[in-house]
């Protein structure tokens, strides 16, 4: 992934669950975060579109995460984030937190390759800035 690239995911990245999070706190902003995405996207790729996109990731995501690999194994034909949560939620934070962006990273590049990284920033800004709220609150209240 070019340093540009990086650049541009990173702030999505670092809003998603603080150091004292749990795991399952953890799944729940990487499934919040990605169903965000799926809210912006359908209505521009469609939900066909969109799934096919979500499982590309999990492939790619599967070759370096094995833990991965079960998801990989449905034949949804929408966006389903409830196994990868599920999955984020049995691991500790830490690898929660790691697995959760290696996927988010690969949907925002792999779009990022299908449509330009400025319209992938501008689409999914929002969902950057929403998170990043959600995750000040939630670090906050603690």
Request: proline share 5%; glycine share 4%.
């Amino acid at each position: 992934m070019p340093n540009d690239e990086r650049r541009r995911s990173a702030p999505l990245l670092k809003a998603v669950g603080s150091d004292h999070s749990s795991a399952i706190q953890v799944s729940e902003e990487f499934a919040q975060t990605l169903e965000q995405m799926r809210a912006v996207l359908t209505p521009i790729l469609g939900p066909q579109a969109v799934a096919a996109l979500y499982r590309r990731c999990l492939h790619l995501c599967a070759a370096t995460h094995p833990c991965f690999e079960s998801l990989c194994e449905t034949e949804e034909t929408a966006m389903n984030t409830l196994p990868f949560k599920t999955m984020l939620a049995q691991q500790s934070s830490a690898e929660a937190r790691r697995r959760g962006d290696a996927l988010v990273t690969t949907f925002h590049t792999l779009l990022a390759s299908l449509i330009g990284p400025a319209l992938t920033e501008q689409l999914l800004g929002d969902c950057t800035a929403i998170s990043k709220d959600r995750n000040d609150r939630q670090s906050s209240a603690d």
